[in-house]
């Protein structure tokens, strides 16, 4: 698809690389109203919880299936992000989930090296017709843990992946040697900049050590033609509707004066993407 925020020079990075580093698709007056609405927000803070590492740190994360019509949902239905998506998708595209990911100051923990699709394989989807947005709460650096991505890693297909700490891994074997081949780049982002990958790209964060916290929120999407095959903890194909890209402010002011959360979680329990797969 031609139409839509990205250009043609962008649709064939995404073809080549995996990614797209989209700078300022979301402008500081949004991103200021989403980083006060999840900071502020304790249902997000308490329906939060951890995944280790496997290093010795902890990922804290919220995590919701459908976008709803609050400010997180007008970010994940706006118009500029979902015909990106529809653009690098090739057709219609619905919400597989959004999370929140925050990651906190010194105490942030890493992201093992593995692809979207090797758990989400799992949940019944045949094909890695999938992509993942993710917007820059914080600014991202080095030093507070930016997403770092493997060049190109998206064309190796699904790599078997097993649990390390409480999450989803791919084979080491197959990433050192793939590190060897392939241009590793850190993902550092401004608040406001939308990093977009590829279900199979391969991709990992540090821990962050710094004193400045990194949130993100990553929206999810499938093809609405990959409908899974079977029933799991995140959605079949439920049709999207995109809102105009207005919504975010006048809904993101609206917010502060109900201060209430439209947002379905996901209970911790239901979470299975990585306890589904073998530990051996």
């Given amino acids: 698809m031609s139409d839509g925020p990205l250009t043609a020079e962008q649709l064939s990075d995404f073809e080549r690389d995996g990614f797209i580093l989209v700078r300022g698709l979301f402008d500081s007056e949004e991103v200021d109203l989403l980083k ?12 939060s919880y951890g995944k280790d590492d496997g290093e010795g740190g902890t990922v804290r994360l919220s995590l919701w ?26 057709g219609e595209v619905y919400h597989y989930h959004s999370k929140m990911i925050m990651k906190d100051a010194k105490v942030g923990g890493a992201w093992t090296w593995h692809q979207d699709y090797g758990y989400w394989y799992q949940n019944g989807i045949l094909y890695p017709d999938m992509a ?4 820059a709460v914080d600014a991202a650096t080095k030093e507070n843990g930016c997403m770092q991505v493997l060049t190109g890693s998206h064309h190796c297909g699904r790599i078997d992946h097993v649990l390390s700490g409480d999450q989803a891994g791919a084979d080491m074997e197959r990433v050192d040697e793939l590190v060897k081949r392939l241009p590793l780049v850190y993902c550092e982002a401004e608040p406001g900049d939308v990093l977009m990958f590829h279900s199979n790209l391969l991709h990992r964060s540090d821990m962050n050590r710094s004193d400045n916290p990194r949130w993100s929120m990553i929206c999810c999407y499938n093809a609405a033609r990959n409908d899974p095959y079977k029933d799991s903890h995140h959605p079949r194909y439920t049709p999207l509707n995109k809102v105009d890209d207005g919504m975010i402010k006048s809904v993101g002011v609206k ?14 329990s239901d979470d ?5 797969l073998s530990d051996n």
């Fill in 65 to 90: 299936n459908h976008p709803g019509d609050g400010i997180y949902g007008m970010f994940a239905r706006c118009n500029r992000l979902v015909t990106a998506m529809e653009q690098l998708l090739a």
């Fill in 36 to 47: 006060r609405s999840a900071k502020e927000d304790r249902e997000l803070d308490a329906h």
């Fill in 255 to 268: 917010r502060f004066e109900d201060d209430q959360s439209d947002v379905a979680w996901l209970d911790t």
């Fill in 132 to 135: 993942s947005a993710s917007i």
């Fill in 272 to 276: 299975t993407s990585a306890t589904s």
